[in-house]
């Protein structure tokens, strides 16, 4: 039994796979990108990167204008292509099919620099409306040059010199606020108002040289036609000359704002002079003129053996390297120059998530097996090491790094077990958490089985009404809880509301259920099983066992109609909503008819000649059976058979009146297949008179009373 499970689940694998495979590799023959300066497409400009194909392509602006052009299989030109705008790029230009041969259209790119995955979405719809959507991967690539404003003539040992840098795709630079060393400078690269530049402290004097190389948020080729992420070098070379205030390096290049360190104050090591006195407190300013705010309190304490001297720092007010040097004075007479940060504590104030193709939204949900955007933002995060519970993020998947603003790429295990993933700050809590939640999605109802007598049929599958011509026992609703999570697509726990009307054959209503916030769990096959709520889930539902009259009791063509629907209306779609009729019905109906022949032709079997004598006003007492039209509800179809007595002239009062009781087979033909009480039926058939002994047939119209 497990092993012939085991082969259906192996040919339904396959099968899917071949249904969703064959559309992407026969559909599209090729895709082609095309700007001013050259076009690129799926057949030559494919590269391959941890098992997947991507369109490499090459780009010089943020938002620059392609040219897109879709060249369909051989045996699918019968498909019409589409592509929408989406939050990777806009669709600015209608789709022509060109000369029959292509599809044509133009776009222009959104996010080409930020955006974690880019891809290109195109919808491939067949005549009867069915839409496939086909995805194709790009790898944008790009083609700048950079160079600087001017190279300084000179600079000064501890100073910041500003040197702008000029490119085509300024934006593709990354920027940031850490300083980096190299050689006998400090730097770091920064933006303003739209203007990238290149920060640059000496730290020795004479004639100092610096190859600086770009960290890029798009890969660019080299000389060599390889893909890199850096662009360089670029040569900077000046003469540096000593400061007129010496400047005093700190090994610390930050430190954290805590209201304790206003009294207690921060040992630090500051670079030894001469000039340095010791057991001396000195004042720390932003500004070299008298009269700055105090920034900081800096007591000497010792000399160290290394040529560094031993200080308490008390900070008083925040500072940015980036806004400056700080002058360590004396009274108000600067005595030397010296620059570090005071930054806040390291916290986190406000928590984002983006999922693909949506906007930034202040939340903190998640949802298993997502990949997700995170954004968190607050103070000093840059000097973080920032890590969730049970959340998968890879190394270098950081794509903001500011003391303000870190976001990254992260995946939720398909299997998380918490409901609450801790943000670690250096594996310690920092008090903020992300909230794992179900998913709670409307699934097509193909997952319930109604069972009236005929098996187990999918409701989804019920597209009229249903005629079932024996007793219904019960009618059992049941489901296939397997079928309502997949390792592709989760759902989460179904609820849905059935309203059940049962109304008699002229329309009548006998009786209105409604079973609500029926609470149906995905089945053992779901990844998350085990994680959800269980409390008041069903499995089965019997309808006798809520209603007045049972199935069983119901007389003929008896609808029992029921209407499923979601229990939240907020996320239903009128497709969600599926109403099924159930008819009792039988082939035939049994009953007794008293009608009143009159004008019969009767003809008997007695040697006479002629066609028969005309009968009077008859009376019939006929068991009969009506037989009922296949597919139709209550219609009879235009004739009926039966068998019983037939008094001929029961109701003839004149003196030679020759009456006469018959037993006789009779079939008769209705004007209507309604059932009335009353009809004019031709009737037809023979039998055998008892007061005469002749057997006759008999033929003419009637009055039909039914009871």
Known sequence: MMKTKLFFALLISTLSLTVFAQPRDMMIKSIELSNTENSFNTVDNLITENGEDFLA????????????????????????????TNSDYEVIDSVYLIEGDYYQSKIRFKRILDNPRLSLKIYAIREDGRTFIIEQALFPIAKMDCDFESNPAESFVGEDTEIKIFSNLPENIKTSNKWLASGNFNYRISKYSHTTQVHLIPTKTGNQNLNLFLDLKRPIRDTAGNLSYRYGPMPIGFNVKSSRLAFLNTIEKSIVYQEKLREEGIEIQLEYHSRL?????????????????????????????????????????????????????EGDKPQFVTNFSIIPYTNIEAIKIMREGESWENSNIVYPGENLLIRLEGKSLQRGKFSIEDLIIESGDTLINRNDVIEFNAKVPLTVRRKNLQILNNKQATGKSLTVKEYSEVRPMDYILIDYGAGNRSLTDINGPEFHNKTIQNILIRFDQDKIDSEEMLYGVQSFDLEIRITGSKGQVFEVLNLNKNKVVPGKSSPRHAYYDKNNAITEISLNQYLRKKTYELDDWVKIQMEFKPTDASKAKREDTKTIDIIVQHDFRFDIDVSFPAGLITKKFDGSTGVGNFSGISMAMIAQFSFYQQDKINRFKPYKVGAGFVAINALNFSENAQRDMGVVIIGSLYPTTRDSKMTFPLYFGGGYMLNDGKWLVLLGPGIRVSF
């Open 57 to 84: 392509f090459e780009f010089s602006q943020p938002e620059e204008e392609f040219l897109i052009q879709i060249h369909p299989g051989k045996d699918f030109k019968q498909y019409h292509f589409d592509i929408k």
């Open 277 to 329: 006195n010791m057991e001396t407190t000195y004042r720390i300013e932003a500004q070299e003129k008298p009269g700055g705010a105090l920034v900081a309190e800096l007591f000497v304490k010792s000399r160290l053996s290394n040529n560094k001297v031993l200080c308490i720092l008390r900070p008083y007010n925040y500072h940015n390297q980036a806004e400056g040097f700080l002058y360590i004075k």
